[in-house]
């Protein structure tokens, strides 16, 4: 053979394992050259992100308290609602129905039947301070069927949301604050 194909055949072999030797490392250092590059850009868009978020932290929380206070005035809306009786709000209803353009309207919905609790609830929102009797009294000027018994039942079972004070012989109901 000739001598000078073998050695463009060796100095190829040779060239072809440094290649394959140095490409290897080259590609790891390029890779880890990126990653670097990602973990600096990344760390950079994240404190902006965390002074972003800590500039709005005050409107997500007072988003938050919003809600929570929305929430409490549909309920209370709600109690009222089945406690005056759906008649009186019922155009509104009417206007759902129609179609017409009632964003601006405040909507409520409400289950069937108001439980005792939350009717004695509703009418002791309005009054600080009830006697018992006078709450039955109210209970039956809107219709709430409830004996004595029922009213006292559901003053314990619901200690969480009522305080019960006696003065005089006489039995007093209230809110917790």
């Not at 000739?2 to 250092?29: G, H, K, W």
């Not at 994240?46 to 709005?56: G, P």
């Not at 005050?58 to 938050?64: A, C, M, Q, S, T």
């Not at 009830?130 to 018994?149: G, I, M, N, P, W």
């Amino acid at each position: 053979m000739n001598p000078q194909i073998r050695n463009i055949d060796s100095t190829n072999c040779l060239t072809q394992v440094a290649s394959e030797c140095t490409i290897p490392i080259m590609r790891f250092v390029d890779i880890e050259k990126r990653l670097n590059q990602q973990y600096a850009e990344d760390e950079k868009q994240l404190r902006k992100n965390y002074s972003e978020q800590n500039k709005l932290r005050p409107h997500v929380v007072r988003f938050h308290d919003l809600e929570r206070e929305a929430k409490a005035r549909e309920e209370r809306m709600a109690r009222v609602l089945k406690l005056l009786g759906d008649e009186k709000f019922l155009d509104t209803r009417r206007e759902l129905l129609k179609g017409e353009d009632v964003s601006k309207e405040v909507t409520v919905f409400v289950e069937e039947k108001l439980p005792l609790w939350l009717a004695m609830r509703a009418i002791v929102e309005q009054a600080t301070e009830l006697q018992v009797v006078d709450l039955q009294d109210a209970l039956e000027y809107f219709k709430v069927k409830a004996s004595r018994q029922a009213i006292e039942s559901a003053l314990a079972s619901h200690k969480e949301t009522f305080e019960t004070k006696v003065r005089n012989r006489e039995k007093f109901v209230s809110l917790k604050r």
